[in-house]
């Protein structure tokens, strides 16, 4: 008997629809270039001579192409150690992260967790606290992380949105498939690496990346806990520099288009800054397509479960 084939439906489209795609396409494409234009504005002036900007004009290509912006950035060798010191801390921080974050999101998904429900409440009210500024560098001295590189990785291991985040995604998985894996004779550890793990790429790679940009853009940790300059991350060093370039062109003089003209250099403190946004975000820019297949769905599941 020969099996029909029946062919799809095809749904015609009416004039309202058409209208609500057209609209929706444009508005999609404005948001897209009010994301886009400033960053390839940013992107010109970094390459662009510095007073050649100063006069105004440079949107999106360089009129006078340089090099001089980036030199000036990289001529202080303290830069290259500072980029040793963020990638350590992103790579280091971001997994020790993720273990953490994952194992007690594993554990509060359990319902045999004795004080379960205490145990969440007393996480959750933590989001609406904060210690300060001036208690947290007595605790931190007091535990031996000033001046010591783990201040960037322990006290960031575990964040309660990520958290929840992650224990919601935990949540959304059938528990019937760790009960089948424990009746096989998994234990928690076993369950956890063969079962719970392989299913959570989505909102491992959120929370992941997530936590490597907090990483890659902290520098406040570095400028409060750091007496040398040694372990500073880049975001320190590049803010230490733009810092001391602003201060010692306002000491000049009070006009700062004075200043950029009295200049011999063609690099001004705009251009220096332009330059600093590009070294500082490129990097962490090429981590996005490698995630993004997992990074809506995971979104998705932490936004809607809770």
Known sequence: ???????????????ADKAVSVVTYVIVIALC??????????????????????????YFFPRMFTLMNYKEVFQDGSIISAYRITLARTFIGTFLSLAVTSFAAFALNQKELPGRGIIIFAITFTMLF???TIPTYVQYSRLGLIDNF???VIPSLVSVTYLIMMRSFFDGIPYELQEAAKL????????????MLPLSKPVLAVVGLYTAVNHWNDWFAGAFYMTSSKL???????Q????????????????????????????TTDSLKMAAVVITTAPI?????FVQKYFAKGTLIGAVKG
């Open 240 to 267: 230490q520099m733009l810092s001391r370039a602003m201060s010692a062109s306002t000491q000049q003089t009070e006009n700062v288009a004075a200043a950029i003209a009295a200049s011999q250099s063609s690099v």
């Open 130 to 132: 904060g210690g300060g």
């Open 150 to 152: 783990w201040v960037y």
């Open 1 to 15: 008997m020969e099996s029909q084939h029946h062919k799809p439906m095809k749904v015609r489209s009416t004039p």
């Open 33 to 58: 270039l009010v994301i886009l234009l400033p960053c390839l504005n940013v992107l010109a002036l970094s390459f662009n001579d510095g007073k050649d900007a100063a006069r105004g004009g440079v």
């Open 232 to 238: 500073w991350p880049v975001q320190t060093v590049l």
């Open 184 to 195: 096989d004779g998994c234990g928690y550890f076993g369950t956890f690496f063969r079962v």
């Open 285 to 289: 820019l090429c981590v996005y397509p």
